[in-house]
């Protein structure tokens, strides 16, 4: 806390006011009080009273009393909530706000990709800390657990949802919840259900108990809560060791609760569990003095993630203690990676929880080499790079398709492999539909006359003319006279049309309009497709260049990037990473032969290239199940911004799987073949 000292020694004449009501603010009261001018508490939900010999006043209160400093007393995430809901009236107001580790709450962390400036020990320190150790204490949250939204109080968000849903109101729901925590939490350490028996008490009741508030909230919650794996692993090792091994909570959660956790978590039980609210106390008041009492005169050595309440605590009891960071802390040290600017909403909290759960999940990157931040395998590209904007666009496209009253869509090959079998896990409605397809099939039964060569012809081919009639048009130029070209051309796709045709009937699909999904495209496979069909076509794409060029067409076609947007955007600079990861492991579509069955191209990808795709595949399938599972509907938001800066950071940090930095993004249409490596960076 040297970094506050500084502060408030540089603010002593000035008056301070404290952000916060709990016990840490009476901690701190207790350390730097005598040296400061404090006029006043502030809180998010009460804003009257008076608490440890000072009064709780309004934000708006500050000016009057001419308040030229705020310190926010709370962790690290919820200091960044805080800033967000008051940063602009303390710079429109001059008002400095810092938290209480000394951090400027008004100046954004300059985003960073490796932690050689951060202190942080080693797993193998660990090791040595603990060897000489008979009882090693363990925290929970944080410690071994994390959850996968950005702080635990977006359950409460996610609660009032849930419960509106019901039909249940209660009125400023989530602020509710956190006061009555707090609340309780002075004099013990309450249960959840205590907690929500304060809420009832406070709101007058509802059709709900407060032992039903408590399950619900408990379900949700674990629901969030993944292991921190390494940490996990070092958990086991040292029941291995036949050391004593315990776990040291604060939670309003109950023993039979904390043992659902563990079991789901599929991390061992302890030899001994010591939880706050079954003792009605916490570490910072009197739980470290049960845990001592429990193992007298035996070397205890703590592990927690909290600077205070596990480093702090313990060691005034005598406790050696080593501190781990959590996933949100390493996220904050690296400011960020410059996401934050971008997190808006619940949604939008929930898909940096996920991100950052997954990619801070161990908490010893001090031990890479060059400490630099790196994914280690395709599916964490796909989960943590990919899938935020694949899962918004599904999304996207399933709330178009019902707005349209779309009830087929056509997801063609190869790009909608994946998107199609994510909107089919979201919409049982709408019949969705694999549809063989490429730009080489629909123009090889699309040609009627010349000014439709003419066109595919103004799309420059990377080649010979000879590959060119090969690759698009099924022709090898040896076996005609150049002359006949042309009439060859029209000939051969008056035979495709027919073709192509039977394997449409194939798919008895309904009479009624079509949706098709295309992934980047001008228009040209819709154009040429709508000949196929006797029923109207609306393309549903992701993104369309160049649209202009195709106005004269008539074509249908709505897109998730709008011109505006796609303009403004950098999505232009990565949607090639997309297109290759999207692809299906199946060869690409080149015609139909006269039973309507296809005819492929010969695979031009390695076992292993699939291979790497169809695990980055895997990645973003589990990010969407774990989204559409986690945020309810009402509360999905699309955030293009959030989602492009999350793809863009496959340009900053490094990427260690050598199979995707192999990858070739192949566009056999134009004869193009690019290393994947060209397009990053």
């Known amino acids: 806390m040297v970094k506050i000292k500084e502060i408030l020694q540089q603010n002593k004449e000035c008056k301070i006011a404290l952000y916060g009501l709990g016990t840490e603010t009476e901690r701190f009261l207790n350390d730097y009080g005598m040296g400061i001018n404090v006029v006043g508490l502030l809180d998010g939900f009460k804003e009257n009273g008076e608490l440890y010999g000072y009064p709780i006043i309004p934000l708006s209160e500050t000016t009057k009393k001419n308040i030229r400093l705020i310190i926010v007393v709370a962790r690290p995430g919820s200091c960044k909530a805080i800033a967000k809901r008051i940063g602009d009236f303390c710079q429109e107001n001059d008002i400095a706000l810092f938290d209480v580790r000394g951090k400027n709450l008004l100046v954004a962390g300059k985003a960073a990709f490796d932690f050689s400036n951060i202190k942080g020990e080693s797993k193998e320190y660990l090791y040595e800390r603990t060897s000489m150790a008979e009882v090693i204490s363990f925290d929970l949250f944080d410690t071994l657990i994390t959850r996968r939204v950005l702080s635990y109080t977006d359950i409460f968000e996610l609660m009032d949802i849930r419960l509106r849903k019901m039909g249940i109101m209660i009125p400023d729901f989530s602020r509710l919840r956190l006061y009555a925590e707090k609340e309780l939490s002075k004099e013990t350490a309450p249960k959840l259900k205590d907690i929500y028996s304060y809420v009832l008490k406070k709101t007058g009741g509802n059709f709900i108990s407060a032992e039903e508030l408590a399950s619900m909230e408990f379900k949700m919650d674990l629901d969030t809560m993944i292991a921190r794996e390494e940490m996990c692993e070092v958990f086991r090792d040292m029941m291995g060791a036949k050391k004593e091994v315990v776990i040291t909570t604060d939670s309003y959660y109950t023993l039979p609760q904390i043992e659902v956790i563990l079991g789901k978590l599929e991390i061992n039980r302890p030899d001994k569990l010591f939880v706050s609210c079954e003792y009605g106390t916490s570490k910072t008041q009197g739980l470290y003095d049960i845990l001592c009492h429990a193992y007298k005169s035996k070397n205890i050595v703590h592990i927690g993630d909290d600077e205070t309440a596990d480093m702090v605590k313990a060691t005034e009891y005598g406790i050696g203690a080593y501190r781990i960071y959590s996933s949100l802390e390493l996220y904050d040290v690296l400011g960020g990676l410059g996401l934050d600017g971008e997190i808006k909403n619940l949604s939008d909290r929930v898909k ?38 694949i899962t918004d666009f599904v999304l996207w496209m399933k709330k178009k398709v019902v707005e349209t009253d779309y009830e087929q869509i056509l997801f063609c090959a190869r790009d909608g492999y994946l998107p199609g079998k994510l909107f089919r896990k979201v919409s049982s409605d709408t019949k969705a539909v694999y549809f063989l397809s490429s730009r080489t099939a629909a123009i090889r039964a699309g040609m009627e006359d010349d000014k439709d060569i003419e066109y595919v012809n103004s799309m420059r081919y990377f080649g010979t003319l000879q590959e060119a009639l090969k690759t698009r048009f099924g022709i090898a130029k040896a076996d005609i006279a150049e002359s006949e070209c042309e009439k060859a051309i029209l000939l051969r796709s008056e035979t495709q049309r027919e073709n192509y045709k039977k394997y449409i009937e194939k798919l008895n699909l309904y009479d009624g309009s079509l949706g098709m999904f295309d992934f980047v495209a001008k228009g040209t496979t819709q154009m040429y497709l709508r000949k196929l069909f006797s029923q109207h076509i609306k393309g549903f794409y992701f993104l369309q260049p160049e649209p202009e060029f195709m106005e004269d067409k008539g074509l249908d076609i709505e897109t998730f990037y709008t011109d505006e947007e796609k303009n403004a955007s950098v999505i232009f600079d990565t949607y090639y990473i997309l297109e290759t990861i999207l692809t299906s492991p199946y060869s690409q579509i080149e015609e139909f032969d006269e039973n309507g069955n296809p005819v492929f191209a010969k695979e031009t990808r390695s076992e292993k290239d699939i291979k790497v795709f169809e695990q980055a595949q895997e990645g973003i399938t589990k990010y969407f199940e774990e989204y559409t599972r986690l945020v309810p509907e009402v509360a999905r938001t699309e955030n293009k911004k959030l989602d492009e800066k999350m793809l863009a950071l496959v340009n900053s940090i490094q990427i260690k799987d050598e199979g995707f930095m192999a990858l070739t993004v192949e566009d056999p249409f134009f004869g193009r073949m690019t290393a994947i490596t060209d397009v990053i960076g």
């Not at 060059?370 to 280690?376: Q, R, T």
Request: net charge negative; glycine share 8%.
């Open 352 to 389: 940096a929880g996920m991100f950052i759960s997954e990619i801070f999940n161990s908490p010893f990157w001090f031990e890479e080499e060059g400490k630099k931040l790196s994914i280690n395998s395709s599916e964490q590209i796909g989960y943590l790079l990919c899938a935020p904007i």
